[in-house]
Structure formats: C-alpha cells, structure tokens
C-alpha cells in the first residue's frame, strides 16, 4: 500500500482514457505513456503529463518494463496502473514496480503469478473444492503424449497454454490423428504469445456458457463479490458482447458459482480487482476455467448495475483504504459490445486507415468508452478493439432495444469496423431469448455480411464531412495544377468507406 497522488498508466487507447477520467475526479495527477504510433492519441491528450516510451511496437514500447519505470521516475508517479493487456498480469512487472518504491494499483505479485500459470492455478482450485475440467498437467510437446492424455480424458479435447489465456495457443482436437499439426502450432503460438511454450490438455465442452463473477478484495481482508457476467458471445474465444446479469443463472445456481469464486479469491489472499471466469455446460453443472488478475475490458457492465466505479475502488484498495461499500445488490441488466477496427464480412480481418468522422451514441442510459477520435490513425500495432458501447435497462429487453439504437448512432468513417456484426448478433432472436453459448456465432452467422442498399446515413455524413473537407486554400497538400479550383475526391478522403456498405 502506499499513496496514489499521481498514476502512472502503463497502457494506451480506451483503458488509459477510462482511467483518466476517474483520476480528474478524484484530484489524482496522471501520467500517458505513448510509443511514436500514439503521439497525437486522446489518451495522450488527457493526461497532465505524457512520456515517450519507444517505436510503435509494443515489445519496444508498452511492454519495457525499464522505460515504463524511467517515466514515472521523471514525472514523480508514485504509483502505476496497468490497464489490461500488455503488463497488466506480468507478476515480474509488479514485483519491478513495487522493488521502486511505487504502488503498483493490483494485485500482489503472488497472486497474478498464482493465478498466470493455469496448470497451477487448477490444482489451487481443487483445494479449495472449486470445480475444474478434468485435464492434464503440462505434457512435452510431442503429439504422442497429448494422444495418451486425450485417451483418458475423452475426446473432444482443447490444448491450451499453461502461461496465459485469451485464446492464445488453443487448437481444439475431436480426432486423435490430428495432434500432429495442432500441437505444434499451439507451442509455437505460445511461446510467442507469453514467452512460455508449455502446453495442456482439458477436456473441450460443447456449447457451454461463459460465465465470470467480479470480485474484489482489499488489505483488511474483505473480499466481496458483484454478481456475475455473460461472456458467451466470442470469435476466436474473444469477447465481443457481455451482460449482466446472465439469463441462464438463476438464484441458487448463482449462489453457487459466486461461493466458488470467492473461495478461488480467498485462496490467494486476492486484494484489488479480479475476475473468476468459469464454463457453464449445458446440464447446469460449472468448471473454474481461469481467474484475471485485473480489471476487465468488460467491466462496465458490472458499474451500470452497481453504480460502482471500480477503478476508483481500486484507488482506495491500493492506498490501503476499505472497499467504499459493505454490500451490493445489482440492479436492472446491462450488456456492453465491443466496437472492433475489423472487417466481420472477411474473416474479421483487422481494418486499418484514419478515422474521419465519429458519431458517439449519447442518451441517460448508454455508455461509450473509447480511445479513439476524429483524426485517430489505426494501424495494426496494437490490439483492434476501438471502444466500448454499453446500455441499461431495467430489464435486459430495455437494455438490448437501447444498444440498438444506440449502434444505430454509432459512427465510424475512414476505417471498417464490426458494428453492422454487432447489430446482427444483438438483434438475433436466439440472442433475444438469452439462447447464448461461445459457439453462438459458427451456429447463427457463419457467414454473416453486410446489409446492402442501407447507405443513406453514410450518404449524408459524407456530405457533412465534404462541406469541411480542405479547399487548396485552406492548405490542401495534395497534387494540384497552379491556379486550380479542383477540391480533393470526397470518397478518396473517406478512405475505407465504400458505397454499398455500412462501414460504420
């Protein structure tokens, strides 16, 4: 524990920005780190302070544990916050936080590392009588140790990472004879994704829900939890849209996973922000599948149905202060998307160009985080993930009408982005009647694309945009002929916006 006067946020994009905003609140100076692709960003923008840290990728930036110490050592941090990704559940960068002299506003280093390695992680769980898939230990990377393992277990089977999570090195396998390629390229993928090539085998569920329960602990040793959240719909076992509550939990059913997760929390003596994440199969019965050891991307849908900060109480948590409240009780249902710079129609093939103009979605009852602005350049240094559009309601149809129309209102011109998938998803019947499961999408829009002929929109944000489009005049740097009244191309100027999509 320690003082929290100015934070240092060792990430970049809509997280930086988020935290930002708590900090003005609270009287909490901030400091941006930026690599040279983020020197104009909002983030950057919003801090007192902004620090270079190195090139655009993030092995030579973000991810510098001694360029992230140096800036906070020029700027007087004393204390840094990781966001989520890149450092955020790197036990070592903690330790080099705290062996500063700063407050690292997390966990303690012990329990990330608990927590990151997932072999590990299983066998705490089974003390502490939380349920876990039947799995493996770590197996040498040879396809015939994963055949014996398979064999014992029952098909089908996943491989995973034992150092991380995310989807990262995970091949499920429903034959035996296909070990040969998955194990591989699951070790390969692994080690390029956390630095570790250990592998394991877990029984693969079919067609189970996505469950995790927020809970949060602090240096008195309270440990509470805020309900759960539904994290079911995924592509490439990413999360794309979640809610709270789940419509599959029912009392004595959340009951139940929520003891189990605290269980899990108390067994590392968990202090700040932690999310248990656990597979809910379709008889009823539930597995721990991992615990994050930090604040989650999705984390606003548990502030609109607490109407709690939790970045604030992570302030307080870290300065060794209590948790703010002794008890929620979560009201009405919230469901967030994620806005994505990728193309759904293709693959989800990552989208890069400048984003020309933004429309935010606004109303009493929706919510938009968001690291980017009108002039942001999305390249594909970093992950796609753009911003965040969450509703309310006091049911979860109010609040599954209001993101509608609240992605309706969501603009994005000069680069394609998945709002269109979104809309799809959220206006499924089966996901209207809560039918959810991670494979949602290979069974409901395996070849999802675009609507065509509904431009109109665009038509006339095209046409606001080209009124303030440059003249030569103004300074318009592009080739021209002396003495010309030519004006730049409209459609050159919007960049991935093409006539007959909705790349919004």
């Known amino acids: 524990m320690g003082a929290v006067t100015k934070l240092l946020i060792a990430n970049r994009g809509e997280i930086a920005v ?37 090139p655009a990728p993030a092995r030579e930036s973000y991810l510098m544990v001694d360029h992230l110490l140096a800036a906070a050592k020029a700027t007087g941090a004393d204390a840094v916050h990781p966001g989520y990704g890149f450092l955020a559940e790197n036990a ?19 329990a990330i590392e608990a927590m990151g390695d997932k072999v590990a992680a299983r066998r705490l769980m089974e003390q502490a009588d939380v349920p876990v898939v039947p799995a493996s230990g770590v197996l040498a990377p040879e396809p015939a140790a994963f055949e014996a393992a398979a064999a014992t277990i029952g098909f089908p089977v996943v491989i995973k990472a034992a150092a991380g999570g995310g989807g990262k ?40 829900r996505h469950i995790e329960v927020q809970v949060f602990g602090d240096r008195h040793g309270r440990i509470v ?37 605290v269980r899990a929390a108390r067994t590392v003596e968990y202090v700040g922000a932690g999310t248990v994440e656990m597979l809910l199969a379709p008889d009823g019965s539930f597995y721990f599948l991992e615990m994050n050891t930090r604040l989650q991307v999705e984390h606003a849908v548990t502030e609109l149905v607490t109407g709690l900060d939790l970045v604030r109480e992570q302030i307080l948590v870290a300065r060794g202060e209590p948790l703010s409240f002794q008890e929620i009780t979560p ?16 693959q989800f093939f990552p989208a890069t160009g400048t984003v020309h103009a933004l429309t935010e979605p ?68 089966a996901f209207a009647a809560g039918d959810t499961h991670t494979a949602f999408l290979d069974e409901h829009l395996p070849s999802w694309q675009p609507p065509i002929g ?16 440059p003249t030569p005049d103004a300074g318009f740097s592009g080739d021209s002929t002396e003495g010309s009244s030519a004006t730049p191309s409209l459609w050159e100027s919007l960049g991935a916006w093409r006539p007959g999509e909705r790349n919004s």
């Open 169 to 208: 090195g995970m091949r499920i396998v429903r034959k035996a004879e296909d070990f040969t390629t998955a194990v591989p390229r699951a070790a390969r993928e692994a080690t390029s994704a956390f630095g570790d090539g250990r592998i394991y085998l877990e029984r693969y569920l079919e067609h189970p």
């Open 454 to 469: 509904a431009h109109r929109d665009l038509a006339a944000l095209a046409a606001a945009l080209a009124s303030r489009a």
């Open 331 to 346: 009201r009405g249902h919230a469901i967030e998307c994620r806005l994505y710079s990728e193309d759904a129609s293709q």
């Open 18 to 54: 988020r935290i930002m905003r708590t900090c003005r609140m609270m009287g909490v100076g901030t400091v941006a780190v930026f690599s040279d692709a983020d020197r104009g960003a909002p983030h950057v923008q919003l801090a007192d302070e902004a620090v270079r840290i190195g």
């Open 362 to 429: 606004a109303g009493p009852f929706v919510r938009f985080d968001s690291g980017i602005a009108e002039g942001s350049v999305i390249g594909v240094d970093y992950d796609p993930m753009l911003a965040k559009v969450a509703t309310w309601g006091t049911t979860r149809e109010e609040a599954r009408l209001r993101m509608l129309a609240a992605l309706d209102h969501t603009v994005v011109l000069g680069v394609v982005t998945n709002r269109d998938f979104l809309r799809a998803v959220v206006a499924h019947a």
């Open 92 to 110: 070592g960068f903690a330790r080099a936080v705290e062996a500063e002299g700063l407050t690292f506003v997390g966990p303690a280093a012990s």
């Open 225 to 261: 939890h805020l309900g759960e959240r539904e994290c079911s719909i995924q592509r490439r076992h990413q999360k794309i849209v979640e809610e709270s509550p789940s419509p599959a939990v029912d009392a004595p059913l959340r009951e139940a996973m929520i003891a189990a997760a």
